[in-house]
């Protein structure tokens, strides 16, 4: 199929395609890789009487250092992730995860603010906003305002930017002392959405002894990516190790709320998210033990 007819812009400045925004108020919709929003087009699930591509926009595409981690610009592809030293130096957690990210075709063309203001439940990059304490920041005619992730993600593909606004960019905050990170998922194949993931962060005290703070959060099991802020506090304090892993994937469980669907029932996802848990901890807790 093709697209239903709609008016086409590619502003060289946010200042002008916002512009354009607040004269096409619900109807409009922002291309940058344009991965999610063409197919969805192209099957006529969404017909946007406008479409603002800002992929002229000049300075766009950037990675910058940002409090320890990194921001990048709103055209920045997701192949940046892979190869970029500054992600690999700070936050070598992001060009692990980039790696599932669709296939290289997809990732060298999608971009990561577009990812993430699409909002797909199932996606790598929300998830690792929302475990990374990113924080959004969206340009409208208004002006600008900065979005925590814990505040950006709202339900199934729905964000709190408003249709006047671009998501200019995305910063991702670097990780606390002494955290390792472990990112796995599980896909019917390489490249598909997750039916469950998992990104988990896990820190010491410095004698290694006890765990200082931990991170869990969860895609594909929600409307969106979910952080158990109630077993990372649980965590916090206990012994690094199986008893305490497995307690914290009992414990995930029942605070998880997905769905069933044709992909797998909500039981099992709940069940994978478990086994997930158990395994990214140990998978984090032995890069600790590697650095001591």
């Not at 506090?233 to 199986?242: I, M, S, W």
């Not at 914290?248 to 605070?255: C, E, G, M, N, R």
Request: charged content about 25%.
């Amino acid at each position: 199929m093709k697209p239903a007819r709609f008016d086409y812009y590619d502003p060289r400045t946010f200042e002008e395609g916002v512009e354009v925004l607040a004269s096409a108020g619900t109807e409009s919709k922002v291309m940058a890789g344009g991965q999610s929003l063409m197919p969805l087009m192209n099957m006529r699930l969404v017909r946007p009487a406008v479409v603002v591509d800002i992929n002229r926009v000049e300075g766009a595409s950037y990675v910058k250092p940002w409090e320890g981690g990194v921001a990048v610009g709103a055209t920045t592809r997701q192949r940046s992730l892979e190869w970029d030293g500054l992600v690999a130096e700070r936050l070598p957690i992001l060009q692990t995860a980039a790696r599932h990210i669709g296939h290289t075709q997809i990732r060298s063309r999608g971009t990561i603010c577009g990812s993430i203001a699409h909002a797909d439940p199932a996606a790598e990059l929300p998830a690792l906003a929302l475990a990374l304490d990113a924080e959004m920041e969206v340009q409208s005619k208004r002006g600008k305002r900065t979005v925590a992730a814990a505040d950006f993600f709202v339900d199934y593909l729905t964000t709190s930017l408003e249709p006047d606004e671009i998501l200019v960019e995305t910063r991702f905050r670097g990780s606390p002392a002494r955290m390792a990170w472990a990112f796995l998922e599980v896909s019917r194949r390489h490249g598909d959405f997750a039916m469950v993931g998992i990104v988990a962060g896990l820190a010491l005290e410095p004698r290694g002894n006890a765990i200082s703070d931990a991170r869990l959060t969860y895609f594909g099991v929600s409307g969106t990516p979910v952080r158990c802020r109630e077993v990372e506090v649980a965590l916090t304090g206990q012994q690094p190790g199986e008893d305490a892993f497995a307690s914290a994937a009992a414990d995930i469980q029942p605070l998880l709320d997905p769905s069933d669907d044709v992909h797998a029932s909500a039981a099992y996802r709940r069940s994978v998210a478990g086994v997930l848990t158990q395994r990214a901890l140990t998978q984090a807790w032995r890069q600790l033990q590697k650095e001591v």
